[in-house]
């Protein structure tokens, strides 16, 4: 099952994304570990930090877990 993670806009970058879901623990980390590891949007593979999130967009990340995008209440 998917673990939601809620955001208070619209959208989020991948980058953001991967820092708020405590996937890294700062956002210098992220490019390295878009580098490192498979990343993919909705079942495609992206490794871009820009690359946009929309709520209910699916982000799966390999050796870690599955997240949806959500809005937060």
Same mark, same amino acid.
């Given at each position: 099952?998917?673990?939601?993670? @809620?955001?208070?806009? +619209?959208?989020?970058?991948? &980058? =953001?994304?991967? *820092? !708020?879901?405590?996937?890294? @623990?700062?956002?210098?980390?992220?490019?390295?570990? !878009?580098? +490192? $590891?498979?990343? $993919?949007?909705? &079942? /495609? =593979?992206? =490794? %871009? %930090?820009? %690359? *946009?999130?929309?709520?209910? +967009?699916?982000? @799966?990340? /390999? @050796? #870690?877990?599955?997240?949806? #995008?959500?809005? /937060?209440?």
């Amino acid at each position: 099952m998917a673990e939601p993670i @809620e955001i208070k806009t +619209d959208e989020i970058t991948l &980058g =953001q994304f991967i *820092k !708020l879901a405590n996937i890294v @623990e700062s956002g210098g980390m992220v490019k390295m570990f !878009l580098q +490192d $590891y498979n990343v $993919y949007v909705n &079942g /495609e =593979q992206d =490794q %871009r %930090r820009g %690359r *946009k999130l929309k709520i209910d +967009d699916r982000v @799966e990340v /390999e @050796e #870690v877990g599955t997240f949806i #995008v959500a809005k /937060e209440n």
